[in-house]
């Protein structure tokens, strides 16, 4: 982090409304003109268990969470203290402050409520703060709360405290509590604020603040939100009416904000008895004329894979978002991996043909998500956002502008009736669907209801009317085509350009590849990379089938090594990238992580320098470094 | 003009209509039940004065899958045990279609039984059609839910040591708001069935028993049977749910015990559909959401537009 940067956790038990208290922090500074930028970090539990958020603001625009942080607010589990003292919960609650500190930087603040926490429990607490230089705060956040309203408005209190402390101005924050709060709990959390504003600054001397926040301004007006949010309103601004799905975390962000959203816009949401059904009812919408979507995680989409395949062989559209976790089987619910991309890549049985496109952020979810609607209408061919739990549930400020985009409601390559009446038949009357010879693999499509456009959608081998054949060369025409397809996509997708961006100088020396939502954080471990001497540059790669060769390969040609960053234990995107390119082994190295947690720009930096540069084994095992090949 | 001319036409009561011209000829062997559900599947629809255009019939996998290959209607021949989902969601879209799902024992009782027990729990307004044989045939004759305990087949070699599914009892327990059970060697009931179940708005299940002469030559479905509406042995209001469960569980003792019974078990008017719930929560359109898609004047909102000021 740099020094003109508040890097802010609120650390407490999940319940406590950690969430929404950062996410009401992080829009009142965006508000303000600043740049914010969160990350979450939660158990797979509903109540207790340690949680907190971290809120990056700074006058820049930022891209990841940044290294370490410099200011937390430690509220204490309340669940962990209820309902008896010998409850098995009853040991943490001091977690919120102990667990915290190893990532606290030199200098840092710590505020903590010594209504719930005592530090006299936390060993060589005082020897840490001394060593540290850190500057404690210790607050009754707990009474000041019960005072004027009830105990959980104890966040309030923090939130007042961190003002009072970093210098922010309170109407910031008080003006978003009148936008965000029902009348009914305003005013007693506005005097929650004040009360515990005034008596940071008048029992402490904060004249000259420890830590400060920065101040900015905003060229054009901003938005707070997420990826899953960014996802959603690229679906709906693409003419997405019908999802379907289960629940799963973390895709149910998505599946929620659709749900909420769907039937004020005429729309059908439908929550269903499996995944299996989820993908089978978006094909069935599609099928009949609506432009439909659905989506899991890890272990839903194993079911989807059957579907799937469906999809591919009876050439309907659809659009499926994954959003990866920890894996195998149920994993880390809440922890972040971009291990599911093979399985997302090749599942389901056959010679596969999908589009999957791997956004790095939250502007860039809402592009490709439309993109994928439209490749999967105009091509009839099931298109895959592949994101992450980091992404999914990241908060960012992103230029409202973004969203100014018309609608498209388009439904790609479908025929008219008039132009149905033109179109071939074959002797029995039915309208030849799937014809062999086109000029992109494209044959349009009819829909159930039309006159004159009747054919059989079959998942066997069909003839161009649908029906069922094992003849050869109907066969071989028919894979062709599909196949065909493909070719036509990654024509468009290369003429585009948009999606794989390349960041840093473009004569240096070495490359860092990463894919999804890793970009940014790449990034920034370049830019400190270039201060310290090197010479290196960033290929952020976000379309994933059909790969970017031509973009790919010369990123790889222009440099001497390159590193390929991931967030897996198998190094499948480096695996990709050479069996796509047929080579290039010998160029790329992997700096993977797989402990549940994103990379953080001091990763990649300590990554590259010591294993890649020196040839030294890394520190820790927080990551891992796995050699280029005959090495 | 509406995109889909086709729904609501008036076409000839004739059942060439839904007879394809050029067809491969049918796959199932001489003497198979499936016969007997196509032929009582395309002399309700010429009944009902459907055009091919407007009916859209979704199978699974199996020789019943193959049911839309010699029907002249748009078709979907999905995966295994999947036509259910995919047949909902078209009606859900398009409202105006008229939505037939098949499948056989296999395919609807054992891998699909998740999708047709909620299926029936949502009451869909579409039709399915279960061929009921008694066994895998096209895998060429294994031991299927219904196969009656002791069912000696090559992967059953000592015999099942299961209950046979009661498919009538379940769909009923489910939710479904029309169940009826008719026979291949019964053409006029079946059709007559047939035209019933979708007419009828809600879920309309259908077991139908198809003899399978290949693999399954010991089910008694060749039997005479009764058709329990039109005797007076077995009078009961088909209304009622509790009248209907006892003479399902009769039914379903019988079908490998005794007579063969067949006819309407259970009828209720009064439920609705799952689309009118869904219309009355406010949670689906009341014009067929397929059709806005060529509405030329229909405004389409955007995020920008509409959601982003929680964001700000």
């Not at chain 1, 703060?129 to 404690?136: A, F, I, L, M, S």
């Not at chain 1, 956004?359 to 592949?386: G, M």
């Not at chain 1, 999914?392 to 609608?407: I, K, M, Q, R, T």
């Not at chain 2, 809600?202 to 399978?212: A, E, K, N, P, Y």
């Amino acid at each position: 982090m740099t020094d003109h940067e508040l890097i802010w956790r609120i650390a407490g038990g999940s319940g406590d409304g950690i969430a929404s208290t950062s996410q009401n922090f992080a829009k009142a500074l965006m508000r303000a003109g600043l740049h914010v930028f969160t990350h979450r970090h939660y158990p797979s539990r509903i109540r207790g268990g340690h949680t907190y958020t971290e809120v990056r603001v700074s006058a820049d625009p930022v891209k990841s969470r940044g290294d370490g942080y410099n200011f937390l607010l430690s509220l204490g589990d309340s669940f962990a203290r209820n309902p008896s003292e010998g409850a098995y919960y009853g040991n943490e609650e001091i977690k919120p402050l102990s667990e915290n500190l190893d990532e606290l930087v030199e200098g840092g603040v710590i505020v903590y409520d010594s209504g719930l926490l005592d530090t006299d429990e936390i060993e060589n607490f005082d020897e840490r703060v001394e060593e540290n230089d850190w500057h404690v705060y210790d607050i009754n956040l707990r009474s000041i709360a019960r005072e004027h309203g009830r105990e959980v408005m104890r966040n309030t209190a923090g939130v007042a405290v961190t003002c009072a402390i970093a210098d922010i101005e309170p109407d910031v924050i008080k003006s978003l509590m009148s936008d965000a709060m029902p009348e009914k709990i305003l005013e007693p959390n506005l005097e929650v604020f004040d009360d515990a504003y005034q008596q940071v600054k008048e029992d402490f001397d904060v004249d000259a603040p420890d830590i400060s926040a920065p101040t900015g301004e905003h060229d054009e007006e901003q938005v707070l939100l997420s990826g899953s949010d960014a996802i959603a309103y690229g679906a709906i601004d693409e003419g997405c009416r019908f999802i379907s799905g289960y629940p799963m975390t973390p895709w149910t962000e998505v599946f929620v904000i659709m749900s909420q959203n769907l039937p004020e816009l005429g729309g059908i949401s439908e929550q269903v008895e499996d995944e299996i059904a989820a993908a089978a009812l978006a094909m069935g919408a599609s099928h009949a004329g609506v432009k439909a979507m659905s989506g899991s995680s890890g272990g839903g989409f194993s079911l989807m894979s059957e579907p799937l395949g469906l999809a591919e062989i009876t050439e309907t559209p659809i659009v499926l978002v994954e959003a990866m976790r920890a894996g195998p089987s149920t994993g880390m619910p809440t922890k972040p991996e971009q291990s599911d991309m093979e399985h997302v890549l090749y599942t389901s049985q056959g010679d596969s043909h999908r589009v999957v496109f791997a956004p790095a952020t939250a502007a860039e979810a809402y592009d490709q998500t439309r993109k994928a609607f439209k490749i999967a209408y105009e091509y009839q061919i099931p298109a895959i956002v592949l994101y992450d739990q980091k992404l999914g549930g990241e908060l960012s400020n992103v230029p409202a502008s973004v969203f100014d985009e018309e609608p498209n409601p388009d439904l790609g390559s479908v025929l008219t009736e008039a132009e149905l009446a033109d179109a071939p038949h074959d002797d029995s009357g039915k309208y030849q669907r799937f014809q062999h010879d086109t000029e992109n693999g494209v044959s349009p499509r009819s829909l159930p209801g039309q006159k004159g456009g009747r054919y059989l959608a079959t998942g066997n081998e069909h003839m161009p009317a649908g029906h069922i054949s094992e003849d050869p060369d109907n066969r071989v025409a028919q894979m062709n085509r599909r196949m065909q397809k493909v070719e036509s996509i990654r024509a468009e997708l290369d003429e585009d350009g948009d999606f794989n961006t390349v960041y840093g100088p473009e004569d240096a020396d070495y490359g860092l590849i990463t894919f999804g939502s890793q970009q940014g954080t790449v990034e920034e471990a370049a830019d400190v990379l270039n201060e310290n001497g090197h010479s290196v540059k960033v290929l952020g790669v976000s379309e994933l089938m059909p790969f970017p060769k031509t973009q790919v390969s010369e990123f790889l040609d222009s440099v001497d090594e390159a590193l390929v960053v991931e967030m897996t234990a198998s190094a499948q995107f480096r695996g990709l990238a050479q069996k796509e390119l047929g080579g290039y082994g010998d160029k790329m190295s992997s700096l993977l992580k797989y402990n549940g947690n994103p990379f953080e720009p001091h990763d990649i930096v300590e990554g590259f320098e010591t294993a890649l540069l020196e040839g030294e084994e890394l520190p820790d095992n927080r990551t891992k470094f796995v050699p280029k090949v005959g090495e | 003009m509406s995109a889909f001319s086709a729904i609501g036409e008036e076409t000839e009561k004739d059942q060439n209509e839904f007879t394809p011209g050029l067809e491969p000829q049918p796959t199932w062997c001489p003497g198979c039940g499936d016969f007997g559900v196509l032929k009582a599947l395309k002399g309700a629809a010429a009944e009902l004065g459907l055009s091919p255009d407007e009916m859209m019939v979704a199978t699974g996998i199996g020789c019943s899958g193959k049911l839309n290959s010699y029907f002249n209607s748009y078709g979907f021949h999905t995966i295994h045990g999947r036509s259910l989902p995919i047949a909902r969601a078209a009606k859900l879209a398009n409202p105006g279609l008229t939505v037939v799902a098949a499948g056989g024992d296999g395919d609807g009782y054992g891998i699909g039984g998740n999708h047709f027990m909620h299926t029936a729990r949502e009451n869909h307004d579409i039709t399915y059609i279960v061929f009921n044989n008694e066994i895998f045939g096209l895998t060429k004759g294994q031991t299927s839910p219904t196969s009656p305990m002791g069912h000696k087949s090559k992967t059953q070699p000592h015999g099942s040591a299961k209950t046979p599914l009661r498919p009538l009892s379940l769909s009923l327990n489910a939710g479904a708001s029309y169940v009826a059970r008719t026979a291949a060697v019964n053409p006029n009931q079946a059709k007559d069935i047939i035209v019933e179940a979708i007419q009828h708005d809600g879920f309309s299940h259908v077991d139908f028993l198809t003899q399978c002469p290949t693999w399954n030559k010991d089910a008694r479905q060749y039997v005479p049977y009764i058709d329990i509406n039109d005797s007076d042995d077995y009078e009961f209001d088909k209304t009622s749910r509790s009248e209907a469960s006892e003479m399902m569980f009769e039914t379903e003792n019988a079908l490998h015990e005794g007579t063969v019974l067949t006819g309407r078990y259970y009828v209720d008017e009064d439920r609705p559909s799952y689309q009118q719930e869904k219309q009355r929560i406010g949670e689906m359109p009341e014009e067929p959401l397929a059709e806005r898609y060529f509405d030329d004047s229909y405004e389409w909102e955007r995020s920008y537009d509409k959601f982003l000021d929680k964001h700000k």
